[in-house]
Structure formats: C-alpha cells, structure tokens
C-alpha cells in the first residue's frame, strides 16, 4: 500500500490512507453477510456454520468488521473499495472446497451490492483477476472470468490482473502465493495504473 499511495499522491497531491480491511486465506464465502447459505464449505471454516438441511452459512464475521471500520466514514467518504481476493476460492486442494465461477460470480456481486445498501451510497469497487497460488498453479478460469465478468457488466471497476506477476515477484524465489518485495511493488503499480486515470477524471474540467 505505501507505493500505491505514494503514486495517488504524487498524481493529486493530496494526503492519501488505506483502511485495511483485508483477512487472510478468505473465500469470499467468508465475507458475506450472516445467514448467507452456500452448498460448499471453503477450506478453512472457522467463519462458517452447517445447517440442518447440510448446506453451509456465513457467520457475517468478516462482513460486519468490514462495515464496521468503513461507514463511520460516512456518505462518499472514501473513494473505492480495492478487491483482491480469490486464491481461496480457486483450484483447492479438497475440490469439494473449490467454489465454482459462477457461484464466486454471485456472491461478490451480493457482497457488493448488500454493502452499498449497508454504507447507504453507490461504492465504487475495483476487482482484481486473483487466483494464484503455485508455479503450475497459477490461475482459475473460472474465477477470472467470474471477477472479468463484473467489470463487463458494470458492477464493478477493473482492478489490475495479479495472477500475471510470477517468478520473482512471488515469495520463496518465485514459489509461494505471496508477493516479494519486488513483487509488491509491481502489484502496486499495477494498481496504479487502474487507479490513476478514474481518480484523475474527478479534477477534468466540466
């Protein structure tokens, strides 16, 4: 995040913050609202419960921290919601915990649109393309086309494609899901260039 604001900064001239809302080895299972219901369990289940009928539910855990830190802010009082997730969702180990594309597709746009109702004004979101974990391992299909897809209809706004940063951008010289140093930095100019041009159409003349 610190080079992603240095280049907002260096474009607006303004002082730039991030509020972290992120948590690590979601499914986006994870971060819907409570009650939520899914056929499948993500891998990790500590955030959600099985129901009698043997579907599963979102305990809304991740969901509630997440409004939680953002609408004290209050109407229009940041600028975007920065998407990247999808790793947890793709390609699991356990292929009953694999979330299928179209159902990915579903629940980040009811996760979205349920947070725009909840923070009471239009969020602008970025998704990502994330999907990698391992060399040979390195993207989903799927949930590339599930994230792609929300651009196309105008729910969200195209975040940068991170599965495309590989071998030494990656952790462990190259085979671990995590950036490198050098990694995170090209992630965050990869941001920028998603970034810069919409925060720049605000300051056009009208």
């Not at 579907?55 to 509630?64: I, L, M, N």
Request: aromatic residues 10%; hydrophobic residues 35%; proline residues 7%.
């Amino acid at each position: 995040m610190p080079p992603l604001g240095d280049a907002i900064v260096a474009q607006e001239g303004v002082p730039v913050g991030f509020i972290a809302c992120g948590v690590g080895a979601t499914s986006v299972r994870e971060w819907l609202p409570r009650g939520a219901r899914f056929p499948n369990p993500p891998t990790i289940e500590n955030r959600v419960e099985r129901q009698t009928d043997g579907s599963w539910a979102s305990k809304g855990e991740a969901y509630d921290a997440f409004i939680a830190r953002i609408k004290p802010l209050g109407k229009n009082g940041f600028r975007a919601v920065l998407w990247h997730q999808g790793e947890s969702d793709a390609n699991q180990q356990d292929s009953s915990r694999t979330l299928e594309g179209k159902l990915y597709r579903d629940y980040l746009e009811r996760l979205i649109r349920d947070s725009r109702s909840d923070l009471g004004w239009d969020v602008p979101w970025f998704v990502a393309q994330a999907s990698y974990h391992v060399p040979g391992d390195e993207s989903s299909d799927e949930i590339r086309a599930a994230q792609s897809s929300l651009w196309r209809d105008g729910i969200a706004l195209q975040g940068p494609d991170s599965d495309a940063l590989k071998g030494p951008l990656r952790e462990n010289n190259g085979q671990g899901v995590h950036f490198s140093g050098p990694g995170l930095r090209m992630h965050a100019a990869k941001w920028a260039e998603q970034i810069l041009p919409w925060l720049g159409q605000w300051n056009e003349p009208r």
